[in-house]
């Protein structure tokens, strides 16, 4: 009896991934089960978040955690960033804990490499405001109370007191990204570890 293997999902050249490149990822509960999201896998998903976005020069303007899958939106900071790594390591860490509690992610995230067409600001807020809506979508909150969702959130290196709904708006967010951009406000990864 041979046992079949999933399908693995097609992925763009490898160079679509780094530098400044901005992917959608979509990692999946294996089985699209739930009972694993609360206030105790958030704080640990945003730990291992942030160093994923140190080690790899990453940031995460948006993500949000549903009960069977998690979204996040990833913007290169530097030419050497690269979120093909920077996935899988954030993936297997997740997942060490995700383990902890009876799950684990589907064989592979789903990805979209946004276009040139875009890297636009307002097709960027676009796509964001998408992720923000998704509790919306699946009746988890009220129509224009994504705010609310307790599972969505930004994680940009270094400004942990940003809030994506405050009164700045998303001008916070695009003020951080060029400033860490601009400074290279994050940490070079060492030669000798890559």
Same mark, same amino acid.
């Given at each position: 009896?041979?046992?079949?293997?999933?399908?693995?999902?097609?992925?763009?050249?490898?160079?679509?991934?780094?530098?400044?490149?901005?992917?959608?990822?979509?990692?999946?509960?294996?089985?699209?089960?739930?009972?694993?999201?609360?206030?105790?896998?958030?704080?640990?998903?945003?730990?291992?978040?942030?160093?994923?976005?140190?080690?790899?020069?990453?940031?995460?303007?948006?993500?949000?955690?549903?009960?069977?899958?998690?979204?996040?939106?990833?913007?290169?900071?530097?030419?050497?960033?690269?979120?093909?790594?920077? %996935?899988?390591?954030?993936?297997? /860490?997740?997942?060490?804990?995700?383990?902890?509690?009876?799950?684990? *992610? #589907?064989?592979? @995230? $789903?990805?979209?490499?946004?276009?040139?067409?875009?890297?636009?600001?307002?097709?960027?807020?676009?796509? %964001?405001?998408?992720?923000?809506? /998704?509790?919306?979508?699946?009746?988890?909150?009220?129509?224009?109370? *994504? #705010?609310?969702? @307790? $599972?969505?959130?930004?994680?940009?290196?270094?400004?942990?007191?940003?809030?994506?709904?405050?009164?700045?708006?998303?001008?916070?967010?695009?003020?951080?990204?060029?400033?860490?951009?601009?400074?290279?406000?994050?940490?070079?990864?060492? @030669?000798?570890?890559?």
């Amino acid at each position: 009896m041979t046992v079949e293997r999933p399908q693995r999902l097609k992925r763009l050249p490898a160079e679509y991934y780094r530098g400044e490149a901005w992917v959608h990822w979509v990692c999946t509960i294996d089985g699209r089960r739930t009972g694993w999201l609360d206030a105790r896998f958030l704080y640990k998903m945003r730990e291992l978040l942030t160093h994923a976005a140190f080690r790899y020069q990453i940031a995460c303007p948006i993500y949000c955690l549903m009960p069977d899958h998690i979204h996040l939106l990833w913007a290169g900071l530097a030419d050497d960033s690269d979120q093909l790594p920077a %996935m899988k390591a954030f993936r297997l /860490n997740s997942n060490d804990c995700l383990k902890r509690v009876g799950h684990q *992610f #589907q064989l592979q @995230p $789903y990805d979209h490499v946004l276009k040139d067409h875009e890297l636009e600001r307002g097709a960027i807020e676009s796509t %964001m405001e998408y992720i923000a809506r /998704n509790p919306e979508r699946k009746g988890l909150v009220k129509t224009d109370h *994504f #705010q609310t969702y @307790p $599972y969505t959130g930004c994680l940009l290196p270094g400004a942990p007191r940003i809030r994506l709904f405050g009164e700045a708006g998303w001008d916070e967010v695009w003020q951080t990204l060029s400033f860490l951009k601009r400074t290279a406000c994050f940490r070079r990864p060492d @030669p000798k570890y890559l």
